[in-house]
């Protein structure tokens, strides 16, 4: 039997699909009947789609453009 | 332009004054060294004895080697200097590109076929025999030898210090290059005359090194070249205005990687000494492959071993396949819209990286300058032995380090904060099952990006690069510098303390009103 504790010590291997068959099948059996666990896993996994598909600091072009101008224009004026 | 600053050294600085005498002007490659005066005159030293001085072989013999083994380097700015030396020195350009295509099939003379076939499979005892067989003297063959082991110290050398090539560049054609087994052996010369006990550069090496390493007593055919070689290394370990003399030693005898240091901190001074240095190893590297003299110097990236096999170590570097890597082929060759294109392909890695470290969106967007300006000014130097993407990853981050660092002395990417241990997450109530539906995408945005802020920077930097940026993990952990378990251990540490952030915001409707009890 493992415990919350052996589980938070594998819960990023299983949210990365990296465990072995054997291992994974005894942390499912322990999801199954721990109501902390599945939330938390369910709450990580939702948290990583979350900040995956939200596109957070994006640099807007308009703020970029002026910037690799400058850029652009130092190295074209050092390569004179 | 080159990566490091010029300083007028007058018109009367000796080394200045040889190299104009001989190229007719003072190369770019050497006018990239001015912040360090002594280095010229070791440099000088050297290429004075082995280049400008006639003694077996002719210039313009020995600019043969330079130009074909500049191009079996692929360095554009050595093989565009020595066709524009030949062609001053009156060798037309059709029989240049002959050559440099395929010098057996050059109508060469049969004992100048045999230089290039030596330098070509350096260390190798049967194509010493043939240069032998084909009339070359000893000298001639030590001579051959040591403008190869040149060769590789002008390539790494101009790699080093970034120089762009003073003529328009040389495209440089494919080549068809002998390939052979290397057989060391250290009975190349009929005869290595004993130098008398009390000769000055065996005494300074048997004082800096312990011993006299095996390259050195292969040479004693030439006491002038040991002399110039053992002048150079006085100028280049004595002083210790920039590395120490044990760093540069260590340098010399095992290499560095200049892609490393050059994110490391370390001053121009210093990073330009490492360079030289590191070009001085490479040097007596080839040097010691070429003489079968037993392995003192090791060259510590697989393509600066010698000019041995080399499209052999060419086909098995090439390990990465790399989107970007002809734009920067562009960009090495001159072309400015290339470095744009690559600027626009990388903005937003760039500027994650950058938000990751330093946490705050004005400073990033004032750090992003820093950054593609040092990724333009290195990149003549960049090898293509990490993906172009993960290098200028490396180049943000120390670029922010440093930045941070000025900012926050304490602050580093490896400090441990007071959440290190004993983390436990305290939100355990069910989200709610789409959280995107509850809040519009702004809100969203908002909510993730004070979340990622309000990390601890080692956290957040490794989220910002791996589930924000999407980097995969192993160049992840390459533009940090740490190991793989170690990105994996942040990794989830700032996914679980984000997710504790966001809770309040995405627990079940159920559980919302006790959960913003708690959290107010």
Known sequence: ?80 | MSYFGEVALGSSFQPFAALQEQFGFVPKLFRAQTLLPRVLEAESALISAILFTDKALTRIQKECILLVLAAVDGNSYCFTLHYQMLKLLGVPEQRLDCIVADYQRADLSPTTAALLTLVFTLGNKEAAQEASSQGLSDESILEAILTAALSRFLCTLSAGVGATPDFAPRPIPSLQVPLSDTEHSAEFFRSTPKPPDNFAPMLFLRKEFGSVPKVFSAQTLRPDILQAETDALRHLLLPEDALTRAQKRDILLAGADLETLRTRGLTENQILEAVVTMSFGAFFNVLQAGLGAGSDFTARMPEKKAHLSVPLDRHTDVTVVDPDAECVGKVKAGDLDAFEELMNRHSQRVYRTLVGILGNPDDARDAMQDTFLKVFQHLPGFEGRSKFSTWLVSIATNTAIQRLRERRPMESLDESGPDDEGFRPRQVQAWTDDPEQLYSQAEMRSLIENGVMKLPIKYRVVLMLRDIEQLPIEEAASALGLGIPAIKARLLRGRLMLREALAPHFISSGNRRSAQGVTN
């Open chain 1, 1 to 80: 039997m493992i415990t919350c504790a052996d589980f938070m010590a594998e819960i990023g291997n299983y949210l990365e699909g990296d465990v072995a068959d054997e291992v994974r099948h005894q942390l499912e059996h322990h999801l199954s009947h721990c109501q902390t666990c599945t939330v938390l896993v369910d709450s990580s996994r939702k948290t990583l789609k979350i900040v995956t598909d939200t596109g957070s600091f994006d640099l807007p072009e308009a703020t970029f453009r002026p910037i690799a101008e400058r850029i652009m224009a130092r190295i074209r004026s050092s390569d004179k």
